[in-house]
């Protein structure tokens, strides 16, 4: 049985800066503990806004609820998640459902690793390079295109969406240059254009071999992404802003993407993650996941379909100084390989 929940907020600076309205990350650890004195812990994630809002809920209504619980992370997801759902379907509910998920999987794992309790399908998943970059100068960003090429990536992926289409077609360029044809490049202009700007965009850009588009237009607008998939020749990628599973099957069935990418900690925690990737899997639509490799990684070896695994540049829980050794996951070269360990491994500074 559940008997206390734990929360321990940090903010930790960002070496390279997302632009100058996220110079940080906000992470709360968040610890499950039992009546027999185990503690899972997990965590909620928001780079931006929404952290106060998380700890709040986390340490009044999910508490409140959550004690006295049977400990089975997707039995709990689905009490608290109907019991939170007055306070909105997803965003803020979703986050914080995040960290006590995490750490009920936590427990749930034992002295097994999560990846081995899913079940692994690879022993490891390559990683692609990727840039939070649209506020970098033109010199700046061939800069990091020029680490990412030293580095062995084979795939990369920068921003676009500036107000002026003709900076991003020289920004796009240039990186193209520096890669070179042999590397996947995609694009991704997080929700900044509308179905007009986007086919324009697509159009200007499609000579670089683009591997794909992510987020060309508003997250819920699934009518335009039905018409801009059907009208060009780029897959199409959605998925970070989108909250529940019930988002992701509208996307699949109405036939609005070729790749989903569900953020770990948005979509709720490990549970929903899980009935995600299999939704998509029964559609043959792969499951990229968003960012957060730590606990990403693990999660990708598991999946039906194969994929890559996000790393921006400089951004990794690990790379911020917030986990101590060993970690969960590491990079040798271009390739994510998992650690044997129990639980997620997380071992928070």
Known sequence: MITELRVTPRTVP????????????????CEVVLDDGRTGTGFCWTPQIGAAAVRALLENDIRDALVGMDPHPEAAWDRLWRHLR???GGGVTTIALAGVDMALWDLHCGDRGLADVLGRRRAGV???GSGVNRHYSLE?????????KAAGY????IKVGL???REDVERVAAVREVLGPGVALMIDANQLWDLYRARRAVEALAPYGLHWLEEPLPADDIAGHVELRRSVGVPIAVGENVYTRYGFRDLITAGACDVVQPNVVRVGGITPFLRIAELAAAFDVPVYPHLLPEIS????VALP???????????????LGLLAEPYPVTVHGTELRVHDGPGLGLRWT
Request: include cysteine; aromatic fraction near 8%; proline fraction near 11%.
């Open 163 to 165: 107000p002026d289409l």
């Open 126 to 128: 390559e990683v692609y």
């Open 14 to 29: 960002l070496p390279r800066p997302w632009g100058p309205d996220v110079p940080v990350h906000h992470v709360l650890v």
């Open 86 to 88: 007055e306070a909105g």
């Open 305 to 319: 379909l194969p994929c890559m695994v996000e790393d921006v540049e400089d951004a990794s829980f690990a790379a």
């Open 297 to 300: 990684g693990q999660l990708a």
């Open 140 to 148: 700046e960003l061939v800069a990091q295109a020029e680490r990412w």
């Open 154 to 157: 084979r795939a990369v992926k």
